[in-house]
């Protein structure tokens, strides 16, 4: 892959609500005055004279027309007087897809952005005078699925030779899969194979640069854990150096969650980071639980964040720098502060091991190391906020949609968020990027890695920059 693909891309200013491209304007002559005209005296301060600035006020009208075209073509069809056999004419232009290109990626984009399920969007369609059937409405999003799972390999080698990869997972129902264990032939503990399990989730998969750019996003709902998924994807990094993994510790560790499978036993293909907000959160929930003694900790914490927002857009040596200069230090307090409260020698102030003070503390003190990261590892993050957020759309789609029916349609849903969720984050519009992959199939199958987002990214940004150029 191109080392320049993994440089953010340069700053482009986000256009207005009413500057939309496909926003078409009908605009109308001007309205004049009604009580005033060019050269009447000033009503307001009767001295001076009004005159015409040829600059008119604005005002605007939004009619929002939303009609289904059906487009029917008659074909001749002839019938033998003897076998009875049809022969009927051929339309060569006419696509087998009951909807066209711009109204599958309509429904995909819909379906990702709004979570709803498909028989609450063919309700929805049908208030609106639109007659779209669940199973056609989940067919064009099956198509827009299909297209992007062309260039999903491609997408998947960028996020791997990222420098910086953030892990998360959330709860989601399958009822293909929770449905197993009714099978009278299913065997209780054979959860070593994905094919057995009965339970499943949605891992967040995504890769950023040393500048913390966004590169990819991959959401994989299936029956396999999340370090699976991330053993599949590491399995395609080229790059030499070792990335370095964000993640929770509370899930990075060798729980079910996060279960390493056995290609990743012995030394692990990444350097463990962990996620300071977890940490903070810990510890600022026990203080207001009535521990007043965490107050010095959470008060240096927020030194460290604060110190962090100020130098987030220097270079990413430069911050590494001034992180051992500054941060370092003050994490090494609250490790000493928090270690203190642990080992106090009156068992009776000494914070109860099981309690949240406790767990607070021991969750420090126990992955110091890997909290620790930001300051020994060039380009590391303070948290994982990046996946956190990235975690919110399944979390929207569970909330709203509830569960699965199948595999196939978790699958058609993962790679329609992993398509829109990693455009958002490119500032791209998702919707122009899915209707360029319906149009040109053939192209993405060919050169796929010339069609990922980011890729499609950097194309639109240099033809801008031609274009302003010219």
């Not at 990626?105 to 609106?128: I, K, N, T, Y």
């Not at 639109?130 to 699925?145: D, M, R, T, Y």
């Not at 009776?348 to 126990?366: C, H, I, T």
Request: charged content about 25%.
């Amino acid at each position: 892959m191109d080392p320049g693909l993994l440089d953010p891309p340069p700053p482009k200013p986000k256009p207005s609500k009413n500057q939309r491209s496909s926003l078409v304007v009908h605009k109308s002559g001007v309205k004049n005055h009604e009580k005033y005209e060019h050269g009447c005296n000033c009503p307001e301060c009767k001295d001076g004279t009004l005159y015409d600035t040829n600059n008119p006020s604005i005002q605007r009208e939004y009619d929002l027309k939303i009609q289904l075209i059906i487009r029917e073509t008659a074909h001749q069809r002839l019938r033998c007087s003897t076998c009875g056999s049809y022969q009927t004419a051929r339309n060569d232009n006419f696509s087998s897809d009951r909807l066209n290109p711009e109204s599958q990626v309509s429904c995909a984009v819909l379906r990702s952005e709004g979570g709803m399920p498909f028989h609450r969007m063919s309700h929805v369609f049908d208030m609106m005078g639109i007659g779209l059937s669940k199973s056609l409405i989940f067919e064009s999003c099956k198509i827009i699925a299909d297209c992007f799972e062309l260039v999903l390999q491609a997408m998947q080698r960028e996020i791997a030779n990222c420098p910086v990869l953030h892990v998360d997972d959330t709860g989601c129902k399958i009822l293909e899969v929770s449905r197993r264990e009714q099978d009278p032939n299913y065997i209780k503990g054979t959860l070593k194979e994905p094919s057995k399990r009965v339970t499943s989730r949605t891992s967040v998969i995504l890769g950023c640069n040393l500048q913390g750019g966004v590169i990819g996003c991959v959401f994989i709902a299936s029956e396999r854990h999340c370090g699976e998924n991330l053993a599949a994807i590491l399995a395609l990094r080229t790059e030499p150096s070792l990335p370095l993994l964000m993640a929770d510790m509370s899930s990075c560790s060798d729980t079910p969650t996060f279960k390493h499978p056995s290609s990743m036993e012995g030394e692990k293909p990444y350097i463990r980071a962990g996620c300071n907000d977890h940490s903070l959160r810990y510890l600022s929930d026990a203080i207001a639980k009535g521990n007043r003694e965490l107050e010095p900790l959470v008060s240096r914490y927020q030194k460290v964040y604060a110190f962090d927002a100020t130098i987030k857009e220097l270079d990413p040596n430069l911050r590494l720098e001034m992180h051992q200069n500054f941060s370092l230090p003050l994490m090494q307090e609250i490790y000493d502060l928090a270690l203190g409260l642990l080992k106090e020698p009156d068992k009776q102030l000494r914070p109860e091991p099981r309690s949240q003070q406790g767990k607070a503390l021991k969750y420090f003190v126990n992955h110091f190391i890997a909290l620790i990261q930001f300051t020994q590892v060039v380009g590391a993050p303070l948290s994982n906020a990046a996946s956190e957020r990235a975690v919110k759309k399944p979390i929207m789609t569970r909330k709203s949609s509830g569960f699965f029916q199948t595999l196939e349609g978790a699958r058609v849903t993962s790679l329609l968020n992993s398509a829109t969720h990693t455009c958002h984050m490119l500032d791209c519009n998702p919707y122009d990027y899915l209707l360029a992959l319906r149009t040109n199939v053939e192209q993405v199958k060919k050169n796929p890695e010339c069609w990922t987002p980011l890729a499609y990214h950097m194309k639109q940004q240099s033809t801008q920059l031609s274009l302003k150029v010219s």
